[in-house]
């Protein structure tokens, strides 16, 4: 698999009915930063074939409300890392961060 192919972007969207959301502030929901990570993850590795082994950092900028449109965008770093950032529709920040995968 050639770095491109581990260089992306996807789109993300986390559902208004997602079993997190009713005990997260459930006048107001939000979705959870574990579930971004958790999407963040199992997408990039669906399309690389590849696991993650560890999430170097992840910051959290921005709420992310459910039903919200998003897109990750993942690139390739050095020593089998890859930074990904995650943007609403406006291209506000909603969360960064760099993980390490195995070949």
């Excluded at 698999?1 to 009915?17: A, C, G, P, R």
């Excluded at 971004?36 to 590795?45: A, C, E, F």
């Excluded at 590849?50 to 919200?68: D, I, T």
Aim: net charge positive; aromatic share 8%; hydrophobic share 35%.
């Amino acid at each position: 698999m050639s770095s491109t192919e581990l260089s992306f972007s996807q789109n993300l969207l986390i559902d208004k009915e997602h079993p997190s959301l009713p005990g997260h502030f459930p006048d107001h929901p939000v979705v959870p930063g574990v579930v971004i990570l958790d999407q963040v993850l199992r997408l990039w590795q669906k399309h690389s074939n590849r696991r993650v082994v560890k999430v170097n950092n992840a910051k959290f900028v921005h709420l992310l409300n459910p039903g919200s449109q998003c897109r990750i965008a993942y690139h390739e770093k050095k020593n089998q890392t890859i930074e990904f950032l995650i943007t609403d529709e406006t291209q506000t920040i909603i969360a960064k961060g760099l993980f390490t995968y195995e070949r």
